[in-house]
């Protein structure tokens, strides 16, 4: 069992910048895949970035490539995401979610554990 916890959101203006923490319990942190993920209002969640269990394997989606920086911290229990450049279309509530399986994923339904998500808006 795992708890994830979201931190770190708030109002920035466009171009400006923000890091989500996400504080994972217990011991075995280290060995969830971990992912990020976001949904705007009337829209489905959608997966922002993703990173192996050591931290090597990094995956993000197109739309926030080049501004979005995911990292971890197995020492902590804690996943990042380090968002630059922020644009309106950033806007949304962000989750954190931990991954059992083998190999990193894209897929919301693949994910075995959720935080409570942190709202991230950003005015033009």
């Known amino acids: 069992q795992v708890q994830l916890v979201e931190s770190g959101g708030g109002l920035v203006q466009a171009g400006g910048s923000l890091r989500l923490s996400c504080a994972a319990s217990?011991?075995?942190?280290?060995?969830?895949?971990m992912g990020w993920f976001r949904q705007a209002p009337g829209k489905e969640r959608e997966f922002v970035a993703a990173i192996s269990r050591s931290g090597v394997v990094r995956n993000y989606a197109d739309s926030v490539l080049g501004r979005f920086t995911i990292s971890r911290d197995n020492t902590k229990n804690t996943v990042y995401l380090q968002m630059n450049s922020l644009k309106p279309e950033d806007t949304a509530v962000y989750y954190c979610?931990?991954?059992?399986?083998?190999?990193?994923?894209?897929?919301?339904?693949?994910?075995?554990?959720w935080g409570q998500g942190t709202q991230v808006t950003v005015s033009s």
């Open positions: 217990g011991r075995t942190f280290s060995t969830y895949r």
């Open positions: 979610a931990a991954d059992s399986g083998m190999v990193i994923t894209t897929v919301p339904q693949r994910y075995d554990y």
